[in-house]
């Protein structure tokens, strides 16, 4: 049964404890790729360490319920307005890289780990942790909740983050050669202000128009669980 699955901490802390696991070998990969601070400058390794940080988070809080209360019940979560706009996030990367990077020649800065190791890690960090992640969301976390404003809220990250790579690239140089940006389609030196001003203007529509998207099928994900009263967190 789908709903006695749902409602297992043992399978939510196996599963988070898998995809935290997975997740934290492709990142310590891609972060050995070249420098740390340089790696930290992409979207990926960004969204992929909020999902890390989560998945930790949600591990000990399982464990520490199954100990309480045993293995049956409604599973540990955070607030599902953040559950649900990390894991936008992460579906943002899965959906950028192999929409638009992964049929070009593109590889993140670095090539201090061997091209096997870095074809690993591009699959861990840009498919294995989105699909641990919507999985997660799908499974364990209580549907409903949240409300379609909330995808308005869920583009404070996105925002900060283009404003994070147009002021590093004013003030701390060069990213690797002569690019001063992590991504060719957001690269102003080489679009040009009007051009990437227009891409980025696009993609918060996409971005918008994809949290609400989560929003609705989250809605739609409303099971019977959801008139427990237990567990409102």
Known sequence: HMHSFCENRLVALIWRLAGL?????????MLQASSVKQQL??????????????????????????????IHGPVAHTRCGLHLALTLYITITMVCYWALLSWQSFSMAGVKISQFQMKLSNFILHTAVPIFALVDWMLFLPHGRVRPRAAVYFLAYPIAYSIFIALRAQFGGYLYGTVRYPYPFADPDLLGWPVTLLVAALLLLVYYAMGRMFIALDCRMTTKKESSPQEKR
């Open 21 to 29: 696991s997975i997740g934290t070998y492709g990142l310590i990969l």
């Open 41 to 70: 400058c992409y979207f990926t390794n960004q969204s992929n360490l909020f999902i890390l940080i989560l998945f930790a988070g949600l591990a000990v809080q399982t464990a520490i319920q199954i100990g309480r209360n045993g």
